[in-house]
């Protein structure tokens, strides 16, 4: 996990928490179960109806890497490339067929290739277009994801309230009881609101900024590879490259 993210969740916690002990509230009045899954499940079941599996899938997968380092680095990218162009001006476009791409990201796997086949350099420039575009739709749909869970999330919790107030209706004869029942029926309505704005929502923002990222290096190889296939001088090409990293999120 990142430390910036990290440093998020605590702030939350310690805020709610010294909230909490300032008013002398027990922290263990901001727990009920009945609320977490009335709130949580009704959410999760949302979601389920309205999403396909395949997008829940890779949703999920962005979830589990969401706090990772960025896989892909700017500045290591431009020395590849410069190193492709280098070797290209010296000895060819097909001398570039035998650079190991072990762990070389897929998309730049996929532009070498192109650029080693001989491709056009205005077809390759649409195909590399259309791959940042089509894989940019992908992560907005798996961030959608968590912006409707952000949205479904505080009406639910009001459901969750309205059945607990409900629920404490049948102790209005005892007005210790109907008290702590009005008290727990709120709970859902915290649940909804703080899943919402500590949660879900930032988690969808997340995944748009990690994407900006990899858009941002995506976009800066598609400018090398077809500089390389038009001959471009390789220290104009990494002055050009340079200019990426001012606008880079990470």
């Not at 959410?43 to 899938?57: D, F, H, M, V, Y």
């Not at 798996?142 to 639910?156: E, H, N, R």
């Amino acid at each position: 996990m990142s430390k910036i993210g990290l440093l998020g969740f605590i702030v939350i916690a310690l805020s709610i928490i010294f909230a909490q002990l300032y008013h002398d509230a027990p922290l263990s009045s901001l727990f009920d179960f009945s609320a977490f899954l009335i709130v949580f499940g009704g959410t999760l079941g949302a979601i389920l109806i309205q999403s396909s599996i395949k997008q829940l899938r890779h949703a999920l997968k962005q979830l589990l890497s969401l706090f990772a380092k960025p896989s892909v680095l700017l500045d290591a990218q431009i020395t590849t490339i410069k190193r492709w162009s280098v070797i290209s001006r010296q000895e060819g476009l097909l001398s570039l067929e035998k650079q190991n791409t072990e762990g070389t990201d897929s998309f730049s796997e996929m532009a070498l290739a192109m650029l080693v086949d001989g491709c056009d350099p205005v077809d390759l420039q649409q195909i590399l277009e259309q791959e940042i575009e089509l894989e940019m739709d992908q992560h907005e749909r798996s961030a959608q994801v968590f912006d409707a869970m952000g949205g479904y999330s505080p009406t639910i919790g009001i459901i969750g309230a309205v059945l607990g107030l409900i629920q404490a209706m049948a102790f209005l004869d005892q007005p210790e009881l109907l008290g702590q029942g009005i008290a727990v029926a709120f709970v859902a309505t915290i649940y909804g609101v703080a899943f919402a704005n500590f949660l879900f929502l930032p988690i969808a923002n997340k995944i748009r900024l990690n994407y900006q990222h990899k858009a941002l290096f995506n976009e800066m190889t598609m400018v090398g590879v077809i500089a390389i296939a038009h001959g471009e001088n390789s220290l104009l090409l990494e002055r050009r490259l340079h200019g990426y990293l001012a606008r880079a999120v990470y």
